[in-house]
């Protein structure tokens, strides 16, 4: 087990993720005396929940996956990545289509543009030295590259500065883990390609699951509005300073960290053993060229001494 430890995390956190529904997410302070109704709600009575249960089902399935040691193979591994992009991107429309957070706002100051730039830059420059390095020198160095993508990305980043852009939110997902999924197919070696992704998804994961706080907690107080209470009023409601989340959220957030650390064990495991079988490879194929050229040698030897032998017949 202690071998194994990495894939058991790995596939442990998300199922801890789907059984924390089963807890309260959201709940009053005691203070009330469960005066007002419903004084909590567990995981499933959210739409919060249900979400953070697709996301586990989604995560087990990536953890099986990058966990199989077929999964080393490079085009495995590719098709691993782009799993994981349907996967986040197919939850996001799931979730978001139809409702107040279909289409996300954004505003890109000066500040927040230079970040995005610098971040466009970083990823782009390093994809393109890691898959062109070998073939010309242009991509031998990712700094000059970062440079010139920093300021043209900058560039553009100031033409919109200030501009509110909207975009499909489903969409904006996908354009992120597109851009994740480039970064960790081109980093070599690409046969942990889909143990990097694994690792990018649970830290995205784990944001939704902590900004989801706010959204939870709101969850009951909207509840409570339209729950007709023991005088038969209703829209009576809680303060929501007065609302917490409860053990299920936490649950829910300790299991995606678990998942987290057993896809950083996981892929620091695949990132060992692929260098070891590269360096083994190397050793062979100067083994073989110093045996090939022993050969090539000893025929020659062989050839002159034939020769000589001729000569002195």
Do not use: C
Not at 56 to 71: A, C, H, R
Not at 132 to 157: C, N, Q, T, Y
Not at 174 to 182: D, E, K, S, T, Y
């Amino acid at each position: 087990m202690k071998k194994h430890w990495s894939k058991i995390a790995l596939v442990l956190g998300p199922m801890i993720m789907i059984a924390s529904v089963a807890w309260e997410y959201a709940r009053l302070k005691p203070d009330y005396n469960f005066l007002i109704q419903p004084w909590s709600l567990r995981g499933y009575e959210t739409r919060q929940g249900w979400a953070i249960i697709a996301m586990g089902v989604l995560l087990v399935i990536g953890g099986l996956l990058t966990s199989w040691e077929g999964s080393i193979k490079p085009a495995v591994s590719a098709g691993v990545t782009m799993y994981l992009v349907a996967a986040a991107t197919g939850v996001t429309a799931y979730f978001t289509i139809g409702t107040d957070r279909a289409v996300t706002d954004i505003t890109l100051q000066t500040v927040s543009g230079l970040m995005v730039a610098a971040l466009l830059a970083g990823s782009v420059s390093l994809s393109l030295r890691s898959i062109f390095r070998d073939k010309s020198v242009i991509f031998k160095r990712a700094m000059p590259m970062f440079i010139g993508l920093f300021v043209v990305f900058a560039l553009v980043a100031s033409t919109v500065a200030g501009t509110q852009l909207s975009i499909q939110t489903w969409a904006l997902v996908l354009i992120v883990f597109l851009v994740l999924a480039g970064l960790s197919i081109s980093i070599r070696p690409i046969d942990v390609a889909g143990n990097r992704m694994m690792i990018f998804t649970t830290v995205a994961a784990w944001g939704v699951i902590i900004l989801s706080a706010g959204a939870i907690r709101q969850s009951l107080v909207t509840a409570q509005t339209g729950f007709v209470q023991s005088n038969g009023v209703t829209d009576i409601s809680a303060q929501y300073k007065d609302i917490q989340t409860a053990g299920g959220w936490w649950l829910a957030g300790l299991g995606i960290t678990i998942a987290w650390v057993g896809g950083i064990g996981l892929w620091a495991k695949r990132r060992d053993i692929v260098a070891a079988r590269a360096r083994a490879r190397k050793q062979r194929e100067a083994a073989d060229e110093s045996a090939q050229e022993i050969q090539d040698a000893y025929d020659e030897y062989q050839k002159e001494q034939a020769a000589a032998a001729q000569s002195g017949a």
